[in-house]
């Protein structure tokens, strides 16, 4: 711990030296932490949450739980809206979200545990820039628009900030290589947030299947849930910026667009600019327990072709709204990915199958269910609690359930399932080189243009 904690010391000291040309706040004082009931100060982790909408928020509130992280600073380009969290309405009682929400939210909580009964000490930024710069802050929670991962989260890592990244990890392959790289470079602790690695049930379910229950796995059939937004109609018309909506910076690297309100927030998922929709959103989870039932969480399929999929002809929205593709592991093990209402993955090996749908599963033989790992079996990472295991991570400075490797790889199967069915034909993919053999067109594809200034 005294080396590694040596080389977070060191590196601070750097990124804040470097990032200080942008005239953003290296340090807060001392005194702005408080107590709160918190941890010594010696042992505190402390935590900035860069996207605070729905998601953001219910992460945040869950690192708020953890008695060792100090919230110190919240960063979102929405002020307030609850046109913000209109889709979360339901579980969150209409609450409004943003920058100023979020920060409330921890001032509040902070201030219920304070004897005082009172706490300041959060910042709210619209630029996730002043963040990064911050000397006293050791790890961020990344919880933006999918084109919104990549680039905070390699400059978090060059600062020395261990980074807990939502999924999908990346807009597309070369994205996602580039955080890889990053966490690697910089030696940080990653999660990816993708829960189920941190679930009991997937675990064992993924135990039953590497230990060979049900035989030699051959094929793998899944299915996530349709487009629950309808597009505008094809002669929507822009619409003004919202005075609570740094717009530009809500682009950031995406091109330059009029705004729409269907565009940004939680919307944002169905426009290719942004992100791969539902194939990347609900997929990220669905793939990546795949992934792990066929122990290839660093590596991939080698064949994508596309089965069926329907898209978009006009309108705003550009993602599929039907997805289906077939891939194919050097392994022999097939995948099968469509849409259809709820997640579903139905694993069939030469001596049984599992079937799991709505959170339950079944299987035969009816031997499965009673079945227990032995001693000397494969025994998978067990976590029960992924911002709890991110936490213990950064303390231990172990790897995580869900590290940008197996992240990235879980979610390069979405982006290049995407790419098949957009080209409409079957294509050769390498997994350790990360190209397609037989398409220059698909290649182009594993990347966009940034807007300018901003690069990885």
């Given at each position: 711990?005294?080396?590694?904690?040596?080389r977070?010391?060191f590196l601070?000291?750097?990124?804040g030296?470097?990032?200080?040309?942008l005239?953003?706040?290296?340090?807060?004082?001392?005194g702005a932490?408080?107590?709160?009931?918190?941890?010594?100060?010696?042992?505190?982790?402390?935590?900035?949450?860069?996207?605070v909408?729905?998601?953001?928020?219910s992460?945040?509130?869950?690192?708020?739980?953890?008695p060792?992280?100090?919230v110190?600073?919240?960063?979102d380009?929405?002020?307030?809206?609850?046109?913000?969290?209109?889709?979360?309405?339901?579980g969150w009682?209409?609450?409004?979200f943003?920058?100023?929400p979020?920060?409330?939210?921890?001032?509040?909580?902070?201030?219920?545990?304070?004897?005082s009964?009172?706490y300041?000490g959060?910042d709210a930024?619209?630029?996730?820039?002043?963040i990064i710069?911050?000397r006293?802050?050791?790890?961020?929670c990344?919880?933006?628009?999918?084109?919104w991962?990549?680039?905070?989260?390699?400059?978090?890592?060059?600062?020395?900030?261990?980074?807990?990244?939502?999924?999908p990890?990346?807009?597309?392959?070369?994205?996602?290589r580039?955080?890889v790289?990053?966490?690697?470079?910089?030696n940080?602790?990653?999660?990816t947030?993708?829960?189920?690695?941190?679930?009991?049930?997937?675990?064992?379910?993924?135990?039953?299947?590497?230990?060979?229950?049900?035989?030699?796995?051959?094929?793998?059939?899944?299915s996530i849930?349709?487009?629950?937004k309808?597009a505008?109609p094809?002669?929507?018309?822009p619409?003004?910026?919202p005075?609570?909506?740094?717009?530009?910076?809500?682009?950031?690297?995406?091109p330059?667009?009029?705004?729409?309100?269907?565009?940004?927030?939680?919307?944002?998922?169905?426009?290719?600019d942004?992100?791969?929709?539902?194939?990347?959103n609900?997929?990220?989870?669905?793939?990546?327990?795949?992934?792990?039932?066929?122990?290839?969480?660093?590596?991939g399929?080698?064949?994508?072709e596309?089965?069926?999929?329907?898209?978009?002809?006009?309108?705003?929205?550009?993602?599929?709204t039907?997805?289906s593709?077939r891939?194919?592991?050097?392994?022999?093990?097939?995948?099968?990915?469509?849409?259809?209402k709820?997640?579903?993955?139905?694993f069939e090996?030469?001596?049984g199958?599992?079937?799991?749908q709505?959170?339950?599963?079944?299987?035969?033989?009816?031997?499965?269910?009673?079945?227990t790992?032995?001693?000397?079996?494969i025994?998978?990472?067990?976590?029960?609690d992924?911002?709890?295991n991110?936490?213990?991570?950064?303390?231990?400075r172990?790897?995580t359930a869900a590290?940008a490797?197996?992240?990235?790889?879980?979610?390069?199967?979405c982006l290049?399932?995407n790419?098949a069915?957009?080209?409409?034909r079957?294509?050769?993919?390498?997994p350790?080189?990360?190209?397609?053999?037989?398409?220059?067109?698909?290649?182009?594809?594993?990347?966009?243009?940034?807007?300018?200034p901003?690069?990885?």
């Open positions: 711990m005294s080396s590694t904690m040596k977070r010391t601070k000291h750097s990124a030296a470097a990032l200080g040309t005239g953003l706040p290296l340090f807060v004082p001392a932490l408080g107590k709160a009931g918190r941890a010594a100060p010696s042992e505190r982790i402390t935590l900035a949450s860069i996207g909408g729905g998601m953001g928020t992460n945040m509130r869950a690192f708020l739980a953890q060792e992280v100090q110190v600073a919240v960063c380009v929405v002020e307030a809206s609850e046109e913000y969290g209109h889709w979360y309405k339901r009682n209409g609450a409004w943003g920058r100023e979020a920060r409330k939210i921890v001032e509040e909580d902070y201030a219920r545990k304070n004897p009964g009172s300041k959060c930024y619209v630029d996730f820039r002043a710069a911050r006293d802050i050791d790890a961020v990344i919880t933006t628009p999918d084109h991962h990549a680039i905070p989260a390699i400059l978090a890592a060059k600062a020395g900030k261990d980074v807990y990244c939502e999924k990890l990346s807009l597309t392959v070369a994205e996602g580039a955080m790289e990053a966490a690697q470079r910089y940080i602790v990653f999660q947030g993708t829960q189920r690695r941190s679930s009991d049930q997937y675990r064992h379910i993924c135990e039953l299947v590497r230990n060979g229950r049900i035989g030699q796995l051959k094929r793998v059939t899944s849930g349709g487009n629950n309808q505008p094809s002669d929507w018309q619409m003004p910026v005075q609570w909506l740094d717009y530009d910076m809500w682009l950031g690297p995406a330059w667009a009029p705004y729409h309100k269907d565009r940004c927030l939680y919307t944002f998922r169905f426009l290719l942004y992100s791969g929709g539902q194939t990347t609900l997929g990220a989870h669905v793939i990546d327990v795949i992934q792990w039932a066929n122990g290839t969480d660093t590596t399929p080698v064949e994508f596309d089965m069926g999929s329907e898209w978009p002809t006009d309108g705003l929205f550009t993602t599929a039907k997805v593709f891939a194919r592991y050097a392994n022999g093990v097939e995948l099968t990915c469509q849409t259809q709820g997640e579903f993955w139905r090996g030469t001596e199958w599992i079937e799991v709505d959170n339950k599963w079944t299987g035969s033989p009816e031997s499965l269910k009673t079945t790992i032995g001693p000397n079996e025994h998978l990472y067990k976590s029960n992924h911002h709890r991110f936490v213990d991570c950064i303390k231990s172990q790897i590290p490797e197996i992240g990235h790889r879980s979610t390069s199967i290049l399932g790419i069915m957009q080209l409409g079957k294509l050769h993919w390498d350790a080189a990360e190209r397609f053999t037989n398409s220059d067109e698909a290649n182009e594809m594993l990347h966009k243009p940034l807007r300018n901003w690069h990885l």
